[in-house]
Structure formats: C-alpha cells, structure tokens
C-alpha cells in the first residue's frame, strides 16, 4: 500500500505565489518519477511538472518560467515552487509518483488532489 499526502493549497491573488508538498509513504521499492497534474472544471487533468530519479525535469509550456519542480529523494517527497499565478492557474493538483512497490511491479499513485485558487 502506497499513500500520497498533499499540502499547501490554497487561495493566491494574481501574481502571488504557492510552494506544494507531496510526500510517498508505505510500500515503496523504488521511485521512478514524481510529479504534478492539475484539472480545472470542465477540462481534462494534464500535467503540469515532473521529475525523475535522475534528475531530468520536465514542465508544461504554461508554467515554464514560473513554476520550479524538486525532489528530496531521501524523504520520497515532490515540492512545486508557483510563482507569478495567473488565474488560469486555478484547478485541483494532483500528486503522482510512478513506482515499483517490490523488485518487479510498478504503478502509478495519485494524491488526493488539492485546490489551487487564483483570484484577486
């Protein structure tokens, strides 16, 4: 069993920022890839950010520049720095981490999603 606990969201005016927490616990093997989705009412959830294990990033064209991804590997937890939000940043994020539970199995977790509101 594998959990994903998501922190640090909330209400920002235009221009503000957020910094988002996600930490894996529980059968964890190896991680393969942490990451952030996001979903706004009425459209799909779409990535956002990502990070592997070997350091390699990689960020939707609507947040380059204005959101940072990291990992502290030790602590199997995934942060996301927002900066300058715009209100089309509004929408529920999700934690994901892509991992094996033992030597051979792998799968994709998900957080339980925290809202992100942009508003002045």
């Known amino acids: 069993q594998v959990q994903l606990v998501e922190s640090g969201g909330g209400l920002v005016q235009p221009g503000g920022s957020l910094r988002l927490s996600c930490a894996a616990s529980g059968s964890i093997f190896r991680i393969i890839a942490m990451g952030w989705y996001r979903q706004a009412p009425g459209k799909q959830r779409e990535l956002v950010a990502a990070?592997?294990?070997?350091?390699?990033?990689n960020y939707a064209d609507s947040v380059k520049g204005r959101f940072t991804i990291s990992r502290d590997n030790a602590k199997n937890t995934v942060y996301l720095q927002m900066n300058s939000l715009k209100p089309e940043d509004t929408a529920v994020y999700y934690c994901?981490?892509?991992?094996?539970?033992?030597?051979?199995?792998?799968?994709?977790?998900w957080g339980q999603g925290t809202q992100v509101t942009v508003s002045s």
């Open positions: 994901n981490a892509r991992l094996y539970s033992d030597s051979s199995h792998w799968d994709d977790y």
């Open positions: 990070a592997n294990s070997g350091g390699g990033t």
